[in-house]
């Protein structure tokens, strides 16, 4: 799909659920994307991107970034504690909080430059092993404590699992949300963020719809 078809059917989903589309914000997700692929999307004007790994970011968006100013760049992708710094210094917002030691990096590392990325709690809302992000029933006392610790967590994210229907996975982040006092809530991706934004997905991360199949 083109971006304009991707933007198109956002705005179609927000207007179905009674939501203005101006509060989706869509994470075109470049994540092993080659540049010539990168390139078009720019030059059409979307200015949100997703990175999985802080060093691809670094090497990718530190020479494009100059030439296409605004770009929001968004690390999506699990967040090692030592490369942090490296994170905060590049991103306008983080989506993978998922434990304590990283909390507690990210806020000595505010503490140091007076200024963080937005940050996004990461559920494990289907309890899934080999998955990072918090446990449902430990989620209200993570963001507890993240507060305890000046964090500024707008929202949580998801990624519901592949076998699975997304949309309880969905609710339930909302959910989540809500009785935290949170209004962010990062969720769907490329199969499914019309269902995520019927249920008040703040922010979705498309990625193959919008490049194609990662080679």
């Given amino acids: 799909m083109s971006l304009d078809q991707i933007s198109s059917s956002i705005d179609a989903a927000a207007r179905a659920a ?3 589309p101006a509060d989706v914000t869509l994470v075109a997700v470049s994540k092993m ?3 010539e692929r990168v390139l ?7 200015k949100v991107f997703g990175e999985n790994r802080v060093q691809e ?3 990718r968006w530190g020479a494009l970034a100059p030439r296409f100013p605004g770009i929001e760049l968004h690390i999506i992708g699990p967040l090692q504690t030592n490369k942090a710094r490296a994170a905060v210094e590049i991103a306008h917002a983080i ?3 998922d434990r304590p030691r990283l909390a507690e990096t990210l806020a000595r590392l505010a503490q140091e430059r007076g200024t963080c990325p937005e940050l996004f709690v990461q559920i494990n809302t289907g309890e899934e092993p080999q998955k990072a992000g918090v446990l449902p029933g ?3 006392g993570f963001v507890a404590r993240c507060r305890e610790l000046d964090l500024p967590v707008v929202g949580l994210m998801c990624i ?4 699975e229907t997304p949309e309880p996975h969905f609710d339930m982040l909302r959910e989540m949300a809500a009785r935290n006092g949170l209004a962010g809530l990062s969720m769907g991706m490329s199969s499914d963020f019309e269902a995520a934004i019927a249920r ?3 922010h979705v991360r498309v990625g193959s719809a919008i490049f194609g199949a990662r080679d």
């Fill in 160 to 163: 519901p699992p592949a076998q």
């Fill in 18 to 20: 009674g939501r203005d």
């Fill in 200 to 202: 008040g997905a703040t």
């Fill in 138 to 140: 430990e989620a209200d």
């Fill in 33 to 35: 994307q080659p540049e």
């Fill in 40 to 46: 078009p999307i720019l030059e059409a004007g979307q």
């Fill in 95 to 97: 989506h993978s909080l």
């Fill in 57 to 59: 970011a670094q090497g």
